[in-house]
């Protein structure tokens, strides 16, 4: 643990077509972090972190500039952030289970052109933290059980351009928190036993919504 430092169990730092694969990582401050690297799989890997709090804790993949990633079949757990993306382009991220998390099972910011799918989000500090990014796609994900007084499966803060279709809500706090978004299609999503299905604030233009199932809101 470091407060100046970035420490991880795995680190790769301006490198190209590489992969990271059934790997277990334990107790890690970070546990895989890539910076300025492109091209690369990250797959089949189980990640279980001891964070105890957010400010003294890293995430389990981090990803820092970077473009053209397969991340696929990872479990992570009891990191900050499970999954952390910031400037990550042109990306595919599907079949993880991203769980008991202290912050987000799935933050990024400033991310653009990625696909979301098939993904589960259980019991985090909040569920997905979406930020100031556009062409987005999130289909035939799961958001469970992502409970507190400021928790939501998923939040949209400013995105443009985006589809999430066929995903679950399930006994959230809020199903989805949305601010300032553009251009957005709701297609045949499933709402069930939130506290909110929806919440919708300000700055909100061409939004879309059908074919949505809202049980026991």
Do not use: P
């Amino acid at each position: 643990t470091s407060y100046t430092k970035d420490h991880a169990a795995i680190r790769v730092i301006q490198s190209r077509d590489f992969i990271l694969q059934n790997l277990i990582l334990e107790k890690f401050f970070f546990g895989i972090y890539l910076q300025k690297s492109n091209n690369g799989i990250i797959r089949n890997n189980h990640l279980r972190g001891d964070a105890k709090n957010e400010f003294g804790s890293g995430n389990g993949i981090h990803l820092w500039y970077a473009q053209n990633l397969l991340i696929e079949n990872n479990e992570i757990e009891r990191a900050r952030d499970g999954i952390y993306f910031e400037f990550a382009d042109s990306s595919i991220i599907r079949n993880n289970y991203s769980h008991h998390n202290i912050r987000y099972g799935l933050h990024f910011m400033f991310s653009n052109h990625d696909v979301y799918e098939n993904n589960t989000f259980e019991q985090n500090g909040a569920g997905v933290a979406v930020m100031f990014s556009k062409h987005i796609d999130m289909h035939r994900n799961t958001f469970i059980n992502n409970w507190g007084a400021s928790s939501y499966g998923l939040l949209l803060k400013e995105i443009n351009d985006a589809e999430i279709s066929e995903n679950k809500f399930i006994k959230n706090t809020i199903g989805i928190n949305v601010e300032g978004t553009n251009r957005i299609n709701y297609r045949r999503n499933e709402f069930r036993e939130n506290g909110w299905a929806l919440k919708i604030r300000g700055a909100i233009y061409t939004n879309v919504f059908t074919e949505n199932n809202f049980l026991y809101n």
